[in-house]
């Protein structure tokens, strides 16, 4: 028996662990003393490694190459060669018949870790030429990267994971962390036990609104009349911290003129709650000593999702809780390497370290490392991933590389998602299992999974953490990098990494704040939170500790927005708001937890729409009863689970089933500064079948 110290390949919580291998296959997981997980791990953590071992469960593992020689015939098996260099040239002709701006990549956020996604986006700058990167963040925390960025100038979170636990007021908006972080979750009831006050703002009863000291059991859709009400009450009441305002932020005046139209008694009806609820909350953040306003999908799947950012950030700094120890903003990331993914510019705007595309100096030193005249480097940003659909339909994308992620299973609009698709010159899938989206694929490749290759992941709290194979690789799965080394060098760009330590190492000369974190200094539980810029220097835990913020002038900027209802409120025909939410045993698109055989026992398809018992009477629902579920995109069939968590007029459910897939019912609308999708509202209706 041996074992292999790892990271969980799950949640942003980014939990140590051993991996337990017996004759060749992984048979256990044991939690190790990781600075976030403390010897700790949650359900899928404990469970969640078998699919490594191709369960065959769910779905096969990838194991060989396989290309489709032209549209409408079957997939078939070939060598590597052939696939690499199938795929080199389709991608060097459309290049050179559409341009590089017409070819559309997307990295993981999930097993492949840093280095991976640092190959892919070169790949696509220095050798397709085009910005046209992006990650699943897009359709989840990019509200929050941009969000930030535009208020205290940096998108990441300003707090550690292990700093919740010392708040003396955690505020969570629109997050569940027991479903979707559940190590976070167990902070949270530690940070209550030692005495810290805890507001949930949730339109569910969410595990942490039973331990709350105040619930606000809000409506659907009204995060930013909520924020604007606390930020009047903060104002009114003489709770702000002026001292704070005058010497740190700008924008002051600019912002207090739409917050004063926000009385909480002006949004009772908005928000479905009492003022004095608001103000009662508003209160208890702004007098603790230190607070915390952590948030997630509740926030940032809005059409508001930009604008509620900006609200949470300017209300930290108007209360003065960032800046301080445990005090700060928290957008938690979900998947495990979402983070990393932003870090190592997936993003159609920055490049690696968050720096900026349009920057003449930062295309130069990219340029210089690469080997390439500085006006190679594209300085037009890129599409965004929610971008594709109709990219494919102007016909300004021809080709698109898919990299471990499954957009029609958990992009919104499935039947829009197959079409786009579907329509594409050359499509590309990369990945380790056979999903929905690959099985479209005109050349499959297969990589080798969490568990059979090393790297670094970053927890959503900045902390790096390097991850290390346990067992060989299946079949003839190549490690990630590799394959886009392969293709870029038959494209002409070589590329010729050894290893992944030399790529990190070029992470680490080009990105300044990733300085510090050697190999090296990550070797068995140790970890490096960045900005770290020394080798000798030690991480960071909470940032602006200086009163410094990352913007040009060093202050926040204040910045206010008036509410807007949700883009299609509930009518006669479709009277319910439909929400897509987590559960605890399943991940993203569950091709891994689904191929995990504890995971797979909790529940089988289809999945539940979650519905409150009143409004289950009026349509006669009994609980556990195959229903319809439709909107004006489609309809589908799933279970009713009658549930009292649930606020009346609007139903949940998981996207993670095959059988009874929201995202059939949900809207391609999105946010207009960030591009993610309104996954929180859409319009529906249940009925018995
Ligand atoms: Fe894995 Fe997240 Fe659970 Fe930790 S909390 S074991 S990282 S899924």
């Keep these: 028996m041996e074992k292999h110290m790892t990271v969980c390949p799950y949640c942003g919580a980014g939990c140590k662990m051993n991996l337990v291998v017996e004759n060749g296959l992984i048979v256990d997981a044991e939690p190790l003393h990781g600075v976030t997980n403390e010897g700790n791990l949650c359900l899928k953590g404990l469970s969640g490694y078998d699919f490594v071992n191709d369960t065959k469960i769910l779905t096969p593992r990838l194991l060989h190459p396989m290309i489709r020689r032209r549209k409408g015939a079957e997939l078939e098996r070939v060598t590597w060669d052939e696939a690499l260099d199938f795929t080199a040239q389709r991608l060097s002709e459309i290049k050179e018949k559409y341009g590089p701006d017409s070819i559309m990549l997307t990295g993981s956020s999930r097993g492949p870790g840093n280095e991976a996604n640092f190959v892919m986006q070169k790949f696509t700058r220095a050798c397709i030429g085009t910005n046209n990167i992006d990650n699943c963040a897009r359709t989840c925390h990019a509200p929050s990267v941009i969000g930030l960025m535009d208020t205290i100038g940096s998108g990441a979170m300003s707090v550690s994971i292990p700093g919740f636990e010392e708040a003396s007021c955690i505020m969570l908006f629109g997050y569940n962390p027991a479903a979707s972080h559940p190590i976070v979750a167990r902070r949270i009831v530690k940070a209550k036990e030692k005495g810290a006050r805890v507001i949930v703002c949730d339109p569910r009863v969410i595990e942490t609104a039973r331990i709350a000291d105040i619930h606000i059991q809000m409506k659907n859709g009204s995060n930013l009349a909520l924020l604007n009400a606390m930020a009047f009450t903060i104002i009114e009441e003489g709770l702000s911290d002026r001292a704070f305002i005058d010497a740190h932020t700008s924008g002051y005046e600019a912002w207090l003129e739409v917050i004063q139209q ?100 930062v295309r130069a030193k990219f340029a210089k490392a690469w080997g390439l005249p500085a006006e190679k480097l594209s300085n037009k940003e890129g599409f965004k991933l929610t971008d594709l659909p109709h990219g494919v339909r102007d016909g300004s994308i021809k080709a698109f590389y898919n990299f471990g992620e499954d957009p029609l299973q958990t992009e919104p609009d499935s039947a829009d998602m197959e079409k786009t698709l579907k329509n594409l010159e050359f499509f590309i899938s990369q990945d380790i299992f056979m999903t929905q989206t690959t099985a479209l694929a005109d050349v499959v490749l297969p990589a080798t999974s969490w568990g059979e290759h090393e790297g670094v992941f970053t927890a959503s709290d900045r902390s790096f953490q390097r991850f290390t194979a346990a067992v060989p690789p299946k079949g003839e799965c190549k490690h990630d990098w590799e394959i886009f080394q392969e293709i870029s060098t038959r ?199």
Excluded at 304 to 331: D, N, W
Excluded at 557 to 562: C, D, E, K, Q, V
């Design 262 to 361: 926000y009385p909480p008694e002006a949004v009772e009806d908005v928000v479905g709650v009492k003022a004095e609820i608001i103000r009662e909350a508003a209160r208890m953040y702004a007098t603790a000593e230190s607070s915390i306003i952590g948030w997630g999908m509740g926030v940032t799947q809005q059409r508001q999702g930009v604008h509620t950012v900006h609200a949470i950030a300017s209300l930290a700094c108007i209360a003065g809780k960032i800046g301080k120890p445990h005090c700060g903003v928290a957008p938690v990331r979900g998947q495990n390497n979402v983070q990393g993914s932003c870090d190592m510019g997936m993003l159609p705007n920055l490049y690696p370290g968050y720096q900026k595309v349009e920057d003449a100096k």
């Design 491 to 689: 494209m002409g760009y070589p590329m010729r990494y050894r290893n992944t330590k030399e790529i990190w190492d070029e992470v680490r000369e080009l990105c300044p704040q990733f300085y510090g974190a050697t190999y090296e200094r990550m070797e068995g539980l140790g970890y490096a939170q960045w900005p770290i810029p020394d080798i000798e220097g030690e991480g960071t835990p909470d940032l602006y500790l200086d009163g410094s913020f990352n913007t040009f002038d060093g202050r926040a900027l204040l910045l206010s927005h008036h509410w807007s209802a949700p883009t299609e409120e509930p009518d006669e025909g479709y009277p319910l708001v439909l929400c897509t939410v987590r559960e605890v045993g399943h991940y993203s698109c569950r091709s891994m937890t689904g191929n995990c055989k504890a995971l797979a026992q909790l529940a089988d398809e289809p999945g539940y729409v979650h519905i409150n018992p009143i409004d289950a009477r009026k349509r006669d629902i009994r609980d556990e009863e195959l229903v319809w579920v439709y909107s004006r995109r489609g309809k589908v069939i799933t279970r009713a689970a009658l549930d009292e968590r649930v606020n009346p007029g609007a139903v949940y459910m998981t996207y993670q089933w095959w059988v009874g897939k929201c995202n059939d019912l949900t809207m391609h609308v999105t946010d207009p500064l960030s591009g993610t999708p309104e996954d929180k509202y859409s319009s529906c209706d249940v009925a018995s079948i």
